[in-house]
């Protein structure tokens, strides 16, 4: 069902009220949202969830090292063009025949107002974020194969997602509103976990959340657990019927939540230690 009165979460994921107040904003102001923080941390789920609560459709534009900005807009498939020449297919003189929208020219093109996920945009080059500031600003781009501009009918809701790996041009970030997302908050965890477990006993939480945060304070975990990780710990541990004394003593399945040899290391040395 369309929520008429802004993003509020969704039943399947959990904002803080901060996280809300900054895509209201970004949606009054017609602006795209910058998202960063830790990996696991619900950058991507968040477009998803605003589609849902809003009953809009989602596109995802997934970015690669290899990504260019106009393969967002559209792709002229002149191979396929050759080919049909060669064979005598019909309407081959039809260039828009072999024109493909990207995911922003979809956006563009959509009769409703869509959510537009641009997902690890520091993934790509250095230039591609300065490639679509034409195209976010206005809201158009030219197909010059057509010599046809392609307009927004509606602006798109556009969630662009960031892990940091390399700095984005301040001429990208002005034009959008910014949030981080702080990792969650024991309160806000159990919130969250409760989503995907919501029969989940009070004291396996509560062993679970005490186990999980004191991994995460240890100073010389390089890859810390992510709030992914910890939900697919749970579901190993109920899968194998762990009680929470098993849990405190032995901290069955660690490595769903340790992915390196170096950190895996430390927690032995560490309980050890305790």
Same mark, same amino acid.
Request: aromatic content about 10%; proline content about 2%; hydrophobic content about 35%.
């Given at each position: 069902m369309?929520?008429?009165?802004?993003?509020n979460g969704s039943e399947s994921y959990v904002a803080s009220p901060e996280l809300m107040?900054?895509?209201?904003?970004a949606m009054a102001l017609e602006k795209p949202l910058l998202i960063k923080g830790e990996p696991g941390t619900g950058k991507t789920m968040l477009a998803q969830a605003i589609a849902q609560?809003?009953? &809009?459709?989602?596109?995802?534009?997934?970015?690669?090292?290899?990504? &260019?900005?106009?393969?967002?807009?559209?792709?002229?498939d002149t191979i396929q063009r050759l080919y049909d020449s060669q064979f005598g297919e019909a309407g081959v003189d039809d260039i828009g025949h072999y024109i493909k929208l990207g995911k922003l020219g979809e956006a563009f093109q959509a009769e409703d107002v869509p959510v537009l996920l641009i997902d690890e945009i520091d993934k790509a080059d250095l230039e591609f974020p300065n490639d679509l500031l034409w195209e976010l600003d206005q809201m158009e781009f030219y197909i010059?194969?057509? &010599?046809?501009?392609?307009?927004?009918?509606?602006?798109?809701?556009?969630?662009?997602?960031s892990n940091a790996e390399k700095e984005l041009p301040d001429a990208f970030l002005r034009r959008c509103i910014f949030h981080y997302i702080e990792f969650p908050d024991k309160e806000l965890m159990e919130e969250i976990v409760k989503v995907h477990f919501p029969d989940l006993k009070d004291n396996l939480l509560k062993e679970c959340?005490?186990?999980?945060?004191?991994?995460?304070?240890?100073?010389?975990?390089?890859?810390?657990?992510?709030?992914?990780?910890?939900?697919?710990?749970?579901?190993?541990l109920l899968l194998g019927g762990i009680s929470p004394e098993e849990v405190k003593e032995k901290m069955p399945y660690v490595g769903v939540l340790l992915k390196k040899d170096e950190d895996l290391a430390v927690f032995k040395k560490r309980r050890l230690d305790v």
């Open positions: 369309e929520n008429k009165t802004g993003f107040a900054s895509v209201n904003v609560s809003l009953g &809009k459709e989602l596109l995802i534009w997934n970015i690669k090292s290899t990504t &260019k900005a106009q393969e967002g807009l559209y792709v002229y010059h194969e057509t &010599k046809e501009t392609i307009k927004a009918h509606k602006r798109p809701i556009v969630i662009i997602t959340m005490e186990q999980f945060y004191w991994i995460r304070s240890l100073k010389d975990i390089r890859k810390k657990p992510s709030t992914s990780e910890l939900v697919d710990w749970i579901q190993a």
